[in-house]
């Protein structure tokens, strides 16, 4: 039979564009409709294939890929510059991050008051190994710890010098001045100022040059002591240095006449074994009593606890004691160990310790924390190799 078709329509959309699959069988390019003739009755029959894209707004789909792939883009930029700096050598610890192990050595280590807070903080210098490519360790990152010591736990960790190749013979060095600033030696030499309100050490090398030109030549060796710090230059010329007036110079006798006149220092062991207290005049404490190598460990005006062998015997048991600073009579005292005894500070319980030992105890050291009648609040224990 003739057909006798003049345009043949989808028969779901009603386009005229088509394309032929196989004789007198169709697909709609619009809807891909597929649809056949029937020779007898000349009627179209349908094979519905539904095009997923027929009844979609194109305008507003493409306006949602746009917006889909932006964000994929810079989600995609912001994950891999993450990991490029974790992955960074040297790439600074955020502080308050969770406890992580480092090389510690001592004595880089000291205990100090919050002046905010009022709360006792122990800080330790630690080296954290940067593996290289082929898995040497021959830099380091230096961090400064801050500890809790009543609750024993880490609570902040900064990064102080990145990426500095590792030397055998390293050690920091810390001074309590007579103002009660705290700086640190490190090796470099670089210098810190202990910043005891935010709980951070800040590097003053640079400031101290600026500050003195002086010293642009460099600094090649820092010593400190009780009230001045001495620098030796690149250029071999030494000076002394104030912190308390920020005053250089390199007259010795004009030094110790100016920190003469800061010395706040009431007690103090003079011969070795006579306590004495300087108030206006010089007065003999104890004047009963004998001790043997003893040292004052705290002391203000109103506080003094000392540590004091327990016998004569030469790097002997030293006990640790709390002395009324009016009738000189031992407040407390605390059992003779084998101890080394070195940092303290007042806190809101009373006093914080800083202990250390040898081999007879393992070389363990910590922080004991007292209260002013001499109860053991807290003993933050650290093993050795820890």
Request: include cysteine; charged fraction near 25%; glycine fraction near 6%.
């Amino acid at each position: 039979m003739a057909k006798n078709i003049k345009a043949i329509k989808c028969p779901s959309c009603g386009s005229t564009q088509k394309t032929e699959i196989k004789p007198e069988q169709f697909r709609c390019l619009n809807c891909d409709t597929e649809y056949y003739l029937d020779n007898d009755a000349i009627n179209i029959n349908i094979n519905h294939v539904p095009n997923p894209n027929v009844g979609i707004d194109h305008k507003s789909n493409k306006k949602t890929v746009l917006i889909v792939a932006v964000v994929a883009m810079v989600l995609f930029i912001i994950f891999t510059n993450i990991i490029l700096q974790n992955n960074k050598s040297g790439a600074s610890i955020p502080e308050y991050k969770t406890e992580r192990k480092y090389d510690f050595v001592g004595p880089g280590e000291i205990v100090y008051q919050n002046t905010i807070t009022g709360k006792a903080v122990f800080m330790r210098i630690g080296r954290e190994d940067i593996e290289g490519k082929d898995n040497s360790v021959d830099y380091v990152n230096t961090h400064a710890v801050f500890i809790d010591p009543v609750t024993k736990k880490q609570f902040k960790d900064q990064v102080i010098v990145e990426h500095t190749r590792r030397v055998d013979e390293y050690s920091t060095t810390f001074n309590v001045f007579g103002d009660g600033t705290i700086y640190m030696k490190y090796p470099g030499p670089k210098l810190f100022k202990l910043d005891r309100a935010k709980d951070k050490l800040i590097e003053i090398t640079n400031v101290l040059i600026k500050n003195h030109p002086e010293l642009g030549a460099g600094l090649a060796t820092i010593d400190m002591n009780d009230y001045y710090i001495n620098i030796l230059t690149n250029e071999g010329n030494k000076y002394y240095y104030v912190p308390a007036k920020d005053l250089l110079t390199n007259d010795l006798e004009k030094t110790e006449e100016i920190v003469a006149e800061q010395n706040n220092l009431i007690f103090r062991f003079d011969n070795s074994d006579q306590l004495m207290k300087y108030n206006g005049e010089a007065t003999n404490l104890t004047p009963a009593r004998k001790y043997f190598e003893p040292e004052i460990i705290y002391q203000d005006e109103a506080s003094l606890i000392i540590a004091t062998g327990a016998t004569a015997k030469p790097d002997g048991p030293v006990m640790l004691q709390s002395i009324d600073t009016n009738t000189g009579k031992i407040i407390w005292s605390m059992p003779a160990k084998t101890f080394y005894y070195r940092s303290a500070a007042k806190c809101t319980e009373g006093f914080a310790i800083e202990y250390s030992s040898g081999e007879d105890h393992d070389y363990i050291s910590g922080v004991l924390v007292i209260t002013p009648k001499g109860e053991i609040v807290s003993d933050y224990l650290i093993k050795r190799a820890e």
